[in-house]
C-alpha cells in the first residue's frame, strides 16, 4: 500500500494530479487560501496515472461538502490578516542526518515570511557532513558538543537573536505558511508557546502508515485550541502530549527568563530518549502561561520507514513520557495522587488493556511487537529517569557547568 | 597520421587472455594505423609486460605500468595517455570480432558526441550444461536484446565498460572514472550517470561485438555482488536522486532482505556459516538440473553477499536504518510536460523533440490518457519512448476519450459543485495569490 500525498487549495484553480501510478490512495490536504482545512483520503485504482479535478471536485463535494460553510464561517472569527508579522528566530537541530537535513532547510529557504533567521545547531556530529550542507546555504551554523536535543534547543536559545524562538527538527519540512501560521498564534499576547499541525510527508511503507493510524500520528486537528492551566484540570495537565509535539513549536522567549531553559536531562540522545517537549509545555502551563495550537503552522513530518524504527520510536515514547511522569512525581507540581492514579489507572490500563483487546477481541490493528515496544518502554522508564539524571551531572562536570539546572 | 580511434585495455595479471584479445586486433575490417592499442598492466606480476613487448603486431601498442589502484584507475590512466578523439574501452578478456572497430567508427559517424555500447556475448562451446552458466548468458541476452529496442530508455544501469567508445573529449567533461570505487562495483554506472546528466546521446551497436571469454564461478558471482553492495552506497551518497532505482530501495522497507540484515546483526555467526553450509545442496540442485530450487537458493546467496556488501560499506545498522529513513525519495508527480491530444496530435513529434522532458502527461481534453514517469539517472524522453507507448499501452484510453467525446454534455449550471456556491461565502482577504497550478510537489 503506497499513500500519494499532495495539497489542492479550494482559493486556487483546480489541476490534474499526475504520477499516481502505482498509488492505491492519495491523501490530499485540503486547503482554502493556505489554512488547511482537512485531509481526504482518497483510493484510486493503482494503475490509473492521474486524479482529475473532476474526481477531486466530486471527493470534496461528497466528503467535506456539509461541513465546508461552516469552517469558511469559521474562518472569519480568526484575527484580521493584516497584522504585524513580529520577527522570528529558527532554530534546527541536528545530529549526523545530512540528507534529511539539506531537505529541511531547502523548505525552510522557501518560507513565505519577511523576518526571520534560521541557525542550525550541530548536535555533536561525527562527520563534518551537516557542516557542508549548511555552507551550502545562507543560514548560521553552530556547533553544540554537549549531546542530548535539549542542550542543542538551549544553545539555539541563546543563539537566536529574535524575541521569539520556533523549532523545526531536521526531519520535518517546513509549509510555506508555517511562520505565518506561529505569528497568527503569537498575536495572543497571553500566548508564550504556538505548537502547530504536523502531518506525514510521506506514506510509502506499512511503518509510515501505522504510526499515521496510531492516534492520528502526530496531528492534533484542524481547529486552534487554546490551553491555559486555569481551564484544565489536573488531569489534563499531565496529558500534555495532546497540546503538539516538539517538532513544530515555538515560545517567547520571556519565557525561558521566566520558568529556565529545556530540561538537558531529557529528550533524545540522553538516556530519557523524550519528553523534553512535554515537559516544557507542562512548565509553561504552569507558570500560568498560554499555549496555542494553530494548524495554519503546518509541517510535514517524514516518518520512520521501517519497523526498526518505528519499533524503537515507540519505545522511547513509552519511556520519555514515562520518565516525565516520575519528573512531575518528584517535583510533586501537582498532587501525587493524581499523578499516580493517571500513570497507573489510565495509561498503564491503556497500554495494558489494549494488549488484552487484541488478544481477546482482535480489537487494535498495531502490531504485537510496537505495543510490547511502548510496555517495554514504560516498565523501563524508573531506571532511565536514574540513569538519564546521573548522565546529566556527568555531562555537566565533564564541561564544568554546575548543576543547577540553568546554563544561561 | 594520428589515429582515429584509441583502445584501452586495463589489465591485472591475466597475459593468457590479453594476448588473445590482442592478436584479435591486429585483424580488424579497418585498416591498422587508423586506431592504435594502450594497455594499462595494473599491478602485474606475471609475464604480462614481456609477452604484450614480444609480440608483433601491426598496430602501435603503448604498455603502461602502475602499481595496482584499481580498474577505473588504469582506465583513467589510459585514456589521459591517449591522443585521438575517440576513446574504445576494452576489457582485456575480450576477443574482437572483425568488425568491431568499424562498427563502433560508424556509430559515431551518425551522432554526434555520443556515446556507443557494443555487444558480447560467452563463447558458446564453454558449459553449455550448467544452469548456472546459462542463467548468467540468459541475463546478458535480455540485456542486449532491450538495449537493441529502439524505443528503449537508457539509464546509468545499462552503462558496461567492458566494451564501450565514447569521445576523449566527453570522458573528460564527465570527469572520467571515479576512483573512489577500488574493491566496490558500479564505476561504470556512475560514469554513466554523469554522462546522462551532461544529456550525451547513447547508443547501442550491435555490430560492434567481441567475444567474452570469462567463465562466471559462484564464487565470483558472490564477491561481485558483495561489490555491487557497497559500490550501489556509494553512488546513492554521490547521487541520492538514484536511490529509489537501485536495489537498495528494498531496505527501505520490511521485507525479506531486512530479514536477513537483521539475522545478520542477531546471529553473525549463523550468516557467516551460511555460504559454506549451503555451497552443498547449491551444487546438488545445479548438477540435477532442479532450476526452481537452484534459482531460489542461488538468489538467497547472493542477495546476502550483497546486503553483506551495503553493510559494510555503511558501518554499522545504526547507520544503514538511518541511511534508508534519510535517502530522499523524489517527486514523482512532477510534470515537465502535458500533451492534449486534442490539440496536439499533429505536432507531437516537434513538441516532444523540443521538450526534451523527463515525464510527460498526455490528454484529451479533461481525460487522462497516459503518464511516463520520470525515471532517476534515464535519458530525457524521446519522441519514440511516446509514440511506443500510445501505439501499446494508451490505445484503449484514445479511443474511448474520442468516443465519449461528443457524448459529454457541458454541467448543468444548477448542479454546479456545492464549491461554487459557497464561494461567496469566502473572505476575499487572506488571498496568497493565485497560481496556475493546485497541487504542489511535496
Keep these: ?408 | 597520421m594520428r589515429p582515429k580511434i584509441s583502445i584501452v585495455i586495463p589489465t591485472h595479471n591475466r597475459s593468457g587472455i590479453l594476448v588473445q584479445t590482442l592478436n584479435s586486433l591486429a585483424v580488424q575490417t579497418v585498416p591498422a594505423d587508423i586506431y592504435d592499442v594502450t594497455v594499462v598492466a595494473d599491478g602485474c606480476r606475471d609475464d604480462t609486460v614481456a609477452r604484450v613487448r614480444s609480440l608483433a603486431l601491426p598496430y602501435t601498442v603503448r604498455l603502461i605500468e602502475q602499481s595496482p589502484r584499481g580498474a577505473a584507475a588504469a582506465r583513467n590512466r589510459g585514456a589521459a595517455e591517449v591522443s585521438s578523439p575517440l576513446i574504445l574501452f576494452l576489457d582485456d578478456d575480450m576477443e574482437a570480432m572483425p568488425r568491431l572497430i568499424a562498427a563502433h567508427l560508424e556509430a559515431h559517424a551518425q551522432v554526434r558526441r555520443g556515446v556507443v555500447m557494443g555487444y558480447f556475448a560467452a563463447p558458446r562451446a564453454s558449459q553449455p550444461d550448467d544452469i548456472f552458466v546459462k542463467s548468467i548468458d540468459l541475463w546478458w541476452n535480455d540485456h542486449f536484446s532491450e538495449l537493441s529496442s529502439p524505443i528503449h530508455r537508457y539509464t546509468f544501469l545499462d552503462v558496461c565498460t567492458g566494451n564501450l567508445s565514447l569521445p576523449k573529449e566527453l570522458f573528460q567533461a564527465a570527469g572520467c572514472f571515479d576512483e573512489a570505487f577500488l574493491g566496490k562495483s558500479g564505476e561504470d554506472y556512475e560514469l554513466g550517470l554523469r554522462l546522462l546528466k551532461l544529456g550525451a546521446p547513447f547508443r547501442f551497436a550491435p555490430q560492434a561485438a567481441s567475444v567474452h571469454h570469462y567463465l562466471p564461478t559462484i564464487a565470483r558471482a558472490r564477491q561481485r555482488a558483495f561489490a555491487e553492495g557497497r559500490g550501489h552506497v556509494l553512488i546513492a551518497r554521490k547521487h541520492p536522486e538514484t536511490f529509489p532505482v537501485l536495489p537498495l530501495i528494498q531496505g527501505m522497507e520490511d521485507g525479506p532482505y531486512i530479514q536477513i540484515v537483521r539475522w545478520m546483526r542477531l546471529r553473525p555467526w549463523m550468516m557467516a556459516a551460511l555460504p559454506p553450509l549451503l555451497a552443498l545442496p547449491e551444487r546438488v540442485t545445479r548438477s540435477l538440473r532442479f532450476r526452481r530450487r537452484w534459482q531460489r537458493l542461488f538468489g538467497f546467496i547472493l542477495t546476502c553477499a550483497y546486503w553483506r556488501g551495503v553493510l559494510s560499506e555503511l558501518g554499522s545498522h545504526a547507520e544503514m536504518t538511518r541511511f534508508m529513513n534519510d535517502m530522499p525519495l523524489p517527486p514523482s508527480n512532477h510534470v515537465e510536460l502535458e500533451l492534449d491530444l486534442s490539440r496536439d496530435l499533429k505536432r507531437m513529434d516537434a513538441i516532444l523533440e523540443d521538450g526534451r522532458a523527463d515525464a510527460v502527461a498526455i490528454r484529451y481534453g479533461a481525460r487522462p490518457i497516459g503518464w511516463m514517469e520520470p525515471v532517476p539517472g534515464s535519458e530525457r524522453l524521446r519522441p519514440a519512448h511516446v509514440r511506443h507507448a500510445m501505439a501499446n499501452w494508451w490505445g484503449y484510453d484514445y479511443l474511448s476519450a474520442l468516443l465519449r467525446q461528443p457524448l459529454e454534455q457541458p454541467r448543468d449550471p444548477s448542479e454546479e459543485s456545492l464549491r461554487g456556491q459557497i464561494e461567496g461565502l469566502a473572505l476575499p482577504g487572506g488571498s496568497t495569490g493565485v497560481s496556475e497550478k493546485g497541487t504542489e510537489t511535496l
Design chain 1, 1 to 408: 500500500m503506497r499513500t500519494f500525498v499532495t495539497e489542492y487549495d479550494l482559493s486556487r484553480s483546480p489541476a490534474t494530479i499526475w504520477g499516481l501510478s502505482g498509488y492505491t490512495h492519495v491523501n490530499i490536504l485540503v486547503r482554502n487560501h493556505g489554512r488547511p482545512l482537512d485531509i481526504l483520503r482518497v483510493a484510486k485504482n493503482a494503475a490509473s496515472p492521474a486524479l482529475t479535478e473532476l474526481d477531486l471536485e466530486r471527493e470534496i463535494d461528497s466528503r467535506l461538502g456539509m461541513s465546508l460553510p461552516l469552517r469558511f464561517g469559521y474562518d472569519r472569527l480568526l484575527p484580521p490578516i493584516t497584522m504585524e508579522w513580529p520577527a522570528i528566530s529558527v532554530i534546527v537541530c541536528t545530529r549526523d542526518r545530512p540528507y534529511a537535513l539539506r531537505r529541511c532547510l531547502g523548505a525552510l529557504s522557501r518560507l513565505d515570511y519577511d523576518s526571520y533567521e534560521v541557525v542550525v545547531i550541530d548536535n555533536a556530529s561525527r562527520t563534518a557532513e551537516t557542516l557542508e550542507v549548511v555552507r551550502g546555504t545562507t543560514f548560521r551554523y553552530v556547533c553544540e558538543e554537549r549531546q542530548g536535543l535539549d542542550w542543542a534547543r538551549n544553545r539555539g536559545v541563546r543563539e537566536a537573536r529574535y524575541d521569539i524562538v520556533a523549532f523545526v527538527d531536521d526531519d520535518a519540512k517546513v509549509d510555506a505558511g508555517w511562520l505565518r501560521g506561529m505569528a497568527r498564534g503569537f498575536a495572543d499576547p497571553d500566548a508564550m508557546a504556538v505548537t502547530g499541525l504536523v502531518l506525514p510527508a510521506e506514506l510509502m511503507t506499512r511503518a509510515q502508515h501505522i504510526i499515521e493510524g496510531y492516534g492520528n500520528g502526530m496531528s492534533k486537528g484542524f481547529k486552534p485550541k487554546r490551553f491555559a492551566a486555569s481551564d484544565m484540570s489536573e488531569t489534563d495537565r499531565i496529558e500534555v502530549h495532546r497540546i503538539g509535539v516538539g517538532t513544530n513549536m515555538a515560545y517567547r522567549r520571556i519565557i525561558f527568563d521566566k520558568i529556565g531553559v529545556f530540561d538537558t536531562a531529557l529528550d533524545v540522545g540522553t538516556p530519557s530518549g523524550g519528553a523534553g517537549d512535554l515537559d516544557m509545555f507542562h512548565r509553561v502551563l504552569l507558570a500560568g502561561g498560554v499555549i496555542r495550537y494553530e494548524p495554519e503552522a503546518l509541517v510535514w513530518h517524514q516518518h520512520r520507514r521501517n519497523m526498526e524504527g518505528l519499533r524503537r520510536q515507540l519505545y522511547l515514547n513509552g519511556c520519555g513520557f514515562g520518565v516525565f511522569l516520575i519528573k512531575r512525581w518528584s517535583e510533586a507540581d501537582g498532587r501525587r495522587g493524581t499523578i499516580v492514579r493517571y500513570a497507573i489507572g489510565r495509561w498503564g490500563r491503556w497500554l495494558v488493556g489494549r494488549l488484552v483487546l487484541k488478544r481477546y477481541r482482535h480489537g487494535h490493528n498495531l502490531p504485537w511487537r510496537l505495543m510490547w515496544a511502548e510496555l517495554r518502554g514504560a516498565l523501563h522508564a524508573p531506571w532511565a529517569y536514574l540513569a538519564t539524571y546521573r548522565h546529566d551531572r556527568r555531562t555537566r562536570e565533564k564541561f564544568g557547568i554546575d548543576g543547577t539546572g540553568n546554563d544561561r
